[in-house]
């Protein structure tokens, strides 16, 4: 079994969070590299600007992270229209605000796959409610975003730029219906840039440019859209923006004097906070991943696993759930049982934390032993089929935590399990899902469970 981990050096926080965006993307039914378009258009905009190097800092992690708070309305999305959350917003980013474009929307979009009284009676209670819901699901997201910023170690203006995403620039957006220069500048960017993309990606560019125009001085700043229409002219602008490099060129737009080094406590709060982010997509998952990195610190205190080691275990179990971002909450929190294909969208989620985490060089390690969590020994979890030796360490113990997390908590279809029984049933599964050194190694560590966690247990 293979338990060496790599150091935490040489590694730029612009690298990272560059890499973690993808996450976000897939939270928000995006393509793969959206935020780091956006923030390629943004930076063009920065250039025309004459922006500083503070305000170039800034706004470069404010375009990377303008949708960190987006997971934590997708299940109150599901709840209210019931409907596919990814779905839902793909579709909702090329929604002009216009009553026609709204209503057609929300036929669309709600009650999806659902019997024609259940989907009619939905569809009233939005049209009914739907400001209001809107305001709601806005407002959560804008408000987690931002803290999100702060929890990354980002200033008040990245946080308050994020924040402020949804306003328009004639006061019709939110959650503040701010005005003009009420809105933050990199806010204003952020926005304009997000539409350029989508309406690029799904119609081409003259589609984009189209909404651009079309959107002055309601949705966008007028300056800012007559600057972007002069920059766009230039050769080559929009090969620029589909170049296989675009990864190198996005990075280059940080200016050297701000560039952040990551050491191990600032990637130690990175993780948690990506951790909180997944967790924040359901209910059911709140805390998740805080509770498995406890217990697989606990199963590792007891089998004697090196520091080092031990460093990138926690991170790894912070963030073993990355994938779930690209998963719907309609299957992810469903109270009945799966069907196969719903059972194959939840299995892509460990796939899909491998693809994210591997694309960060100094995290191969962890991409490996993290993403394979749900491997078993005999050779018949996923996503690859690994099976005894070829599982390493690390893995087993992320495994047996996050197995006892998901036994102890609520779940959509059934109430926590107490701790006795939930060991009972792990027991039975030693050999073929559980290491029987980590599942005892467990059970000896949660004698030292930290006053906080609290566990259900017999009585």
């Excluded at 780091?36 to 930076?43: D, F, I």
């Excluded at 990606?201 to 001085?217: F, H, P, Q």
């Excluded at 996050?402 to 036994?407: L, Q, S, T, Y």
Aim: glycine share 6%; with cysteine; charged share 25%.
């Amino acid at each position: 079994m293979h338990t060496q981990a790599s150091s935490a050096t040489q590694l730029k926080l612009s690298e990272l969070i560059l890499a973690l965006s993808t996450a976000l993307d897939m939270t928000e039914g995006q393509p793969p590299e959206h935020c780091m378009r956006c923030t390629w258009l943004g930076m063009k905009l920065a250039d025309a600007l004459a922006l500083d190097d503070q305000q170039r800092h800034d706004l470069f992690y404010t375009l990377l992270l303008k949708d960190a708070g987006c997971s934590s309305n997708a299940a109150r999305i599901c709840e209210l229209y019931l409907t596919n959350d990814l779905a839902f917003k793909q579709s909702y980013k090329v929604v002009d605000g216009s009553l026609s474009s709204v209503l057609n929307f929300v036929l669309k979009n709600t009650g999806v796959k659902r019997g024609f009284m259940q989907k009619l009676s939905t569809t009233l209670d939005i049209i009914r409610n739907g400001d209001m819901y809107a305001q709601e699901l806005i407002e959560t997201r804008c408000t987690r975003g931002a803290d999100v910023a702060r929890d990354l170690r980002f200033g008040e203006t990245v946080a308050e730029a994020i924040y402020a995403l949804d306003e328009h620039y004639d006061g019709g957006g939110r959650p503040d219906q701010l005005k003009a220069d009420q809105i933050p500048l990199f806010s204003r960017i952020a926005l304009m840039t997000q539409v350029i993309d989508v309406f690029r990606t799904e119609s081409g560019v003259d589609a984009a440019l189209s909404e651009l125009k079309n959107r002055r001085g309601t949705w966008f700043d007028p300056t800012l859209v007559d600057t972007f229409l002069q920059i766009a002219r230039e050769p080559q602008f929009w090969q620029q923006l589909g170049s296989p490099t675009l990864k190198e060129d996005v990075l280059s737009m940080t200016p050297a004097d701000t560039c952040i080094w990551v050491d191990d406590d600032y990637l130690d709060d990175i993780a948690a906070a990506f951790g909180r982010i997944v967790d924040a997509k359901s209910p059911f998952t709140s805390g998740h991943s805080e509770r498995v990195a406890v217990y697989a610190s606990l199963i590792a205190d007891e089998l004697g696993i090196s520091e080092q080691d031990k460093k990138w275990l926690k991170r790894g179990a912070l963030l073993h759930d990355i994938g779930k971002l690209g998963v719907s909450n309609d299957v992810l929190d469903k109270p009945g049982k799966l069907d196969d294909d719903e059972w194959e969208h939840v299995k892509r989620h460990a796939a899909l934390s491998k693809a994210i985490l591997s694309k960060i060089h100094q995290f191969d390690h962890l991409a490996k032993f993290a993403s394979a969590h749900h491997e078993k020994l005999d050779g018949t979890g996923y996503p690859e089929g690994i099976q005894d030796d070829d599982i390493s360490l690390l893995t087993r113990i992320i495994t047996t935590a996050d197995i006892f997390d998901a036994i102890t908590a609520e779940r959509p279809y059934r109430g926590p399990i107490p701790v006795n029984k939930a060991l009972a049933i792990m027991q039975e599964e030693t050999g073929t899902a559980i290491d029987a050194h980590c599942l005892q190694a467990l059970i000896a560590g949660l004698e030292r469970l930290p006053d906080h966690f609290i566990v259900h247990d017999d009585t």
